[in-house]
């Protein structure tokens, strides 16, 4: 277990290169190529990482300016990091995730799917509901079976959304493996996305960046729609003029930068789908007379980050997501960690909307606040769980991976019937 959170602990800048040359050189293929495609997402990911950060920094005074209106909450919500932290400590973490990496090799060799998920970062979308399946039931065996279950569920899933999210994102090779957004952001987004389409009026409203740049030239542009929605937040939180233009020029460096960085990643991965296409068609290939597999390379949904909609959508997103604890009834707890990955809730929904960002800000607002009430519901499950993985909390704590995360939703819901 030391060992293997020890590998984890490096981070996916470090290991993504790691895990990268490793599977190119098992695809066969040259070790100076093999170390420039490693070299070269390891970069994108460490770029992607920076601005991020740097879009989170943008839009601290806004969320410190609604955090002082948020006294009384009882409470605390602790966080992904430190959830998906405590999930490694029970007992079956260790071959969980061991197993997870196996059942997917197999799986792939038995030709019952395409998806090699090497997102083994968030290999805690499965883990943090193994870790609640046995804080609430004691079994090591539901835990880690639900674990495995979940990987498997991951992958066909994964499969099923890789021609699209190659489509729209144009991610060649790749898939989102991510298993809380693909399971329910994207799903719950494509439903609500079929009913948008049939309003009269409603349905032909088609508010996308590519359109807007088109028809309002340098005014559509993404940079300047960024300083635009950065000043919005700005005035709409009372700060400061020099904080007005920081952060509108803090939102337009984001939106210009993100793609960047995305294309940096999808140079190495380009070359990395190249290597796994053919040894697919060397090693795979399916009985005589069928078509050759694709190997697609299951990846975090933080590659969609450089889709401007997503974005624009996301900063949209937390006022929004702060005035939801006022409004939601018998909330207990005021969203700060969940403002750190509404950036990663929002990219399957543009998915599914196909970048109509009219429907994705609607459509995010209704999860958003479907995720936000859950969190605050199941508050007394996620305080469970920290305890059964032995770290010391007082009092009661959440975290959104117990709204967006539907395995934890429905063990909740389960736990409370039964």
Not at 330 to 348: A, C, R
Not at 364 to 369: D, G, L, N, T
Request: some cysteine.
């Amino acid at each position: 277990m030391t060992i293997i959170k020890g590998i984890l602990d490096i981070g996916a800048v470090v290991m993504l290169p790691i895990v990268m040359l490793i599977l190119c050189l098992i695809f066969r293929m040259p070790f100076g190529k093999s170390l420039k495609a490693g070299l070269m997402i390891g970069i994108g990911f460490s770029g992607l990482s920076l601005v991020i950060g740097a879009l989170m920094t943008t839009v601290d005074p806004a969320i410190k300016y609604y955090q002082h209106m948020g006294k009384g909450f009882t409470t605390v919500d602790v966080g992904w990091a430190a959830v998906g932290a405590a999930s490694f400590g029970v007992p079956f973490a260790a071959p969980a995730i061991l197993l997870v990496v196996f059942v997917n090799v197999v799986m792939i060799m038995l030709k019952w799917i395409n998806v090699l998920n090497v997102d083994i970062w968030n290999f805690i979308h499965f883990l943090i509901p193994g870790t609640l399946a046995y804080a609430l039931t004691g079994s090591f065996w539901i835990g880690l079976g639900t674990v495995i279950l979940l990987s498997v569920i991951d992958l066909f899933v994964a499969q099923k959304v890789a021609p699209k999210w190659q489509e729209y994102y144009g991610l060649t090779g790749t898939t989102c493996s991510t298993l809380s957004f693909i399971t329910y952001a994207w799903p719950l987004a494509m439903g609500l996305n079929w009913v948008i389409g049939r309003i009269p009026g409603v349905r032909k409203i088609d508010f996308s960046m590519e359109k807007v740049g088109e028809k309002l030239g340098f005014f559509g542009d993404t940079a300047f729609i960024g300083l635009i929605v950065g000043v919005f937040l700005g005035l709409i939180t009372r700060q400061s003029w020099q904080n007005v233009l920081v952060m509108g020029m803090g939102i337009a460096t984001v939106l210009v930068l993100l793609p960047r960085m995305v294309a940096v990643m999808m140079e190495g991965l380009s070359t990395v789908g190249e290597g796994a296409s053919a040894f697919m068609k060397r090693q795979l290939k399916k009985d005589k007379g069928d078509q050759e597999r694709e190997l697609y390379i299951g990846m975090d949904v933080a590659l969609a980050l450089g889709d401007p909609a997503a974005i624009t959508t996301t900063v949209l997103m937390i006022p929004l997501t702060i005035a939801f604890a006022f409004i939601i009834p018998g909330m207990n707890y005021f969203p700060v960690g969940m403002l750190t990955v509404i950036v990663y809730m929002i990219p399957m929904i543009c998915l599914a909307t196909k970048g109509n960002m009219f429907r994705a800000v609607i459509i995010s607002a209704i999860y958003i606040f479907i995720v936000e009430w859950c969190t605050s519901i199941f508050a007394p499950e996620a305080t469970a769980m920290m305890h059964a993985t032995g770290i010391k909390v007082s009092g009661s704590v959440t975290d959104s991976f117990f709204g967006y995360n539907l395995p934890n939703v429905i063990i909740s819901i389960l736990h409370r019937l039964f």
